[in-house]
């Protein structure tokens, strides 16, 4: 069905309207989703200086069934493997 948009509109039932009207008056308190182990810590501010951090990760060698993509230099599974011959994985390829 057209519409035609140069007709002048028509005005909907103020009855409807006005029984959303006392609810609106209410005073609603804004509740926040935060849990009580959330701390100010927590949250990384983008541009931050995190020179003084130090990172504990463990580092894992290459497995032998694992390979390094040639192009995003990703080390993936082997399965992950679309050309064997030049080690590109599926997502590069």
Avoid: K, W
Avoid at 7 to 24: C, T, W
Avoid at 29 to 56: I, K, M
């Amino acid at each position: 069905m057209a519409t035609d948009y140069d007709r002048p509109r028509v005005e909907q039932n103020e009855e409807s309207l006005d029984i959303l009207a006392p609810g609106r008056n209410t005073a609603q308190a804004a509740v926040a989703d935060v849990e009580e182990s959330d701390t100010a810590e927590s949250f990384e501010l983008p541009g931050a200086d995190l020179s003084g951090e130090e990172l504990t990760v463990r580092v894992v060698p290459r497995q032998a069934d694992e390979f390094t993509c040639t192009r995003c230099f990703l080390v993936q599974h082997r399965n992950r493997m679309a050309d064997p011959s030049e080690n590109i994985c599926m997502d590069c390829a």
